[in-house]
């Protein structure tokens, strides 16, 4: 089989699968992508290539659909188009069957007519006449809309064969036809009857001919509410067709169809007369981490709440600590019951609640006074039942602020807590696809694997932001491409709508050519030792990975490491070149490095040393935490230092953020085994141990002159043979840093000597390092 024919049977299988999967199922993006490999073939001209594209279009109509619940120019043009290629086919047909029945799918008037006495001053009859009129001109924009719609849905149940949703068709049609009709004659009804108000006088003629012609538009009405009711489908709620729309949160969405069904029984029992003394509580806590759609579900519950007349409002007031909290006495009082009053008959959604009451706030911090007023408002005085209240915000730290208040807890019942987790990488690349398609973009299948790793790599700890993170991402890459684009001019329309890998990268050129992890240890002078221990911990990992991608059992990785030796023997170096390998093979997600020391981690009182800590290791999440002069953690003794308390934190931390972080702990030899023996949870952690022994003075003059090379300066044979002698008899203390700060302050010498000699006017002379320039070399010069 050809590869040609390969693909065509891979396109025809795609069909066919997606076709019995049902409407319901259809990725748009995979859709598309087929699409565009069909339109590719040679023979896509051809008529059974032809078919496939109707189906595919028809496919792409009824995904969009799904996704956006509106029939929108995109969806309205793919189904145009799939028709007009193949009217006949039985695919299309049902698609737009799917489609059409759902939105026509809805009430005729969006209101009662108001009703008109004869007794009613001129002015109320002309108002109630207006809004009679505006009523018939919004329901007369539906008319136009529908007609067409029931129209072609009874084309596709001819070509569909199906006879009973033929008839049924037909049937509502001729309602629509009627309600046309009575339109035209209410609109004629309405002008003459208004025109006939003068004063306290009007035509009684012409006011019974309004009203004959109001009951038979709100007949035509009755009669389609009963035929749409009994020949298709009911309507869903459009807030839980949005969250149905949602990717992933099965169990956030089961929970809120029972929630929804529940409150519809309970105003139906209220309704036949029943009492219930405790109705079902509309306040909500909603946990998560950032991204994982708070705001949108408590949107939509809003929504319910209105639809259902649980509220009067469908409006959410977002508040948040700064609108809730004064600076001085009274004012959070003040501040908290305006935000109330705003939100009545509504919801009040606050994010980040559990900032609200701050553990070990001072005097001043007025916090409590915002919980209690909202408490107090929320089950007695003119607001209690007046409005709903929605908490959000980190999982455990809501947990902690409800535990802490027990009249909050009160109000918000265990049954009334949803938590929506994190989305899976699956789901987050749905997402991505969903927001490039609504920008009317497609990834391709590069793109789509640039998208995982960028998403993979921000990943590294809780404040990872979901959703938004993903939306962020597909908005950097649209951004990109725009600017690419317009640089070129090359204004096609795949440019228009395709997102490529290109768009995703975030490094640009100079960066991709940036030597690997390996290279770079492999460019550093000396330390073969060094390299030879670190290159097969690096084989290690490597190795035990692809087991695991075999099936094959692994045996733990043990990242974290000790480096010892004197000061500027290259443990810093080879700490970062350490999370850039660990990056490439795939364990650190983003393999940069953290250094620090005790004063970024011991704080001066109790309680902030673990916060301290904390923050450092945060910042280093996805990487390398490297620190230097471990031992000073243990240094001091006494009752007023937290040097163990940050040892501890470390310890626990290391053990939460598991893979997710390296530590290396650097020092003498001596004081870091001392260091590693006061903590058992040390020991068991740090097994790999990495001498870094002083450099030798060949070694020490090939860094020196590393550094004079960098900087664009140069020695000659005599100078650097005079260096290493020095060197010999009088080892710098330092190692490679000692060169660093020769090869600076040569630089500095030789300039102050050719400005004071005159001689800076040819290149050499400007490049080049005399002996003189060098304080090493200054005793012997004497």
Known sequence: MTRKQTNTAAIADSIYKWENSGFSRLKETEIIRTLTDLEKEPEATEKPFQNMKAKLLAMAAAARYNRTQLLDKKVAERLEEA??????????????????????????????????????????????????????????????????????????????????????????????????????????????????????????????????????????AENWEAWRESQLEAVEDDALKKLHSMVGLEEVKEKINEYYHYLIYEAERKKQGYQLQNEQSLNMILTGNPGTGKTELARLLAKIYYKLGVLPREEVIEADRSQLVGAYVGQTEEKTMEVIKSAAGGVLFIDEAYSLKREGASGTDYGQAAVDTLVSAMTSGAYAGRFGVILAGYPEEMRNFLWSNPGLRSRFPESNHIHLPDYSIDELIEIGERMALDNDYTLTGDALAALRRQIIKSQVDETFGNARTVKNIILDAIFKKGAAVARSREYSSENFTVLDEDAFEKEGKEKKQEKSGEEQLNELIGLKKV????????????????????????????????????????????????????????????????????????????????????????????????????????????????????????????????????????????????????????????????????????????????????????????????????????????????????????????????????????????????????????????
């Open 83 to 220: 028709k007009t290629i193949d009217d006949k086919n039985m695919y299309v047909a049902e698609t737009v069957i799917y489609i059409y029945s759902k939105v026509i799918n809805e009430q005729l008037l969006s209101d009662k007519f108001p009703v008109i006495r004869e007794t009613d001053h001129s002015q109320g009859k002309k108002k109630a006449i207006d809004k009679s009129l505006y009523m018939a001109e919004e329901t007369e924009t539906k008319l136009n809309e529908w007609l067409p719609k029931i129209s072609e849905l009874k084309k596709a149940a001819e070509t569909s064969g199906n006879s009973k949703l033929l008839n049924e068709t037909r049937s509502g049609e001729e309602i629509l036809l009627e309600a046309a009709e009575q339109m035209d004659v209410l609109k004629e009804a309405a002008a003459e009857y208004k025109a006939s108000i003068s004063g306290i006088y009007f035509s009684k003629e012409k006011h019974k001919a309004f009203k004959t012609a109001i009951d038979a538009v709100s007949a035509a």
């Open 531 to 782: 390299k030879d221990q670190v290159k097969m911990l690096a084989s290690f990992v490597e190795v035990q990975k692809k087991r695991e991608e075999e099936g094959l059992p692994s045996v733990p990785v043990q990242l974290h490491g000790i480096f010892t030796g004197p000061p500027g023997t290259g443990k810093t170096t080879v700490a970062k070149i350490y999370g850039k390998i660990l990056s490439e093979l795939g364990l650190l997600k983003r393999g940069h490095l953290v250094v620090a020391g005790r004063s970024d981690l011991v704080a001066g009182y109790t309680g902030q040393t673990a916060s301290k800590t904390k923050k450092k290791i945060r910042e280093a999440l996805g990487g390398v935490l490297f620190i230097d002069e471990a031992y000073s953690l243990t240094f001091q003794k006494g009752a007023q230092d937290f040097g163990k308390e940050a040892i501890d934190t470390l310890v626990e931390e290391m053990t939460k953020h598991d893979e997710n972080l390296v530590v290396i702990l650097a020092g003498y030899s001596k004081e870091m085994e001392q260091l590693i023996d006061s903590n058992p949870g040390l020991s068991s952690r740090f097994k790999k141990m990495i001498e870094f022994p002083s450099y030798s003075p060949g070694e020490l003059i090939d860094i020196l002159n590393y550094y004079i090379g960098e900087f664009g300066y140069e020695i000659d044979k005599g100078t650097e043979e005079a260096l290493e002698e020095a060197i010999e008899q009088e080892k710098p203390a330092g190692n490679a840093r000692a060169m660093k700060n020769l090869a600076e302050e040569a630089i500095q010498r030789q300039a102050y000597r050719l400005i004071q000699s005159g001689k800076q006017e040819n290149k050499d002379v400007l490049t080049k390092l005399e002996k003189e320039d060098f304080s090493i070399l200054d005793k012997g010069a004497e």
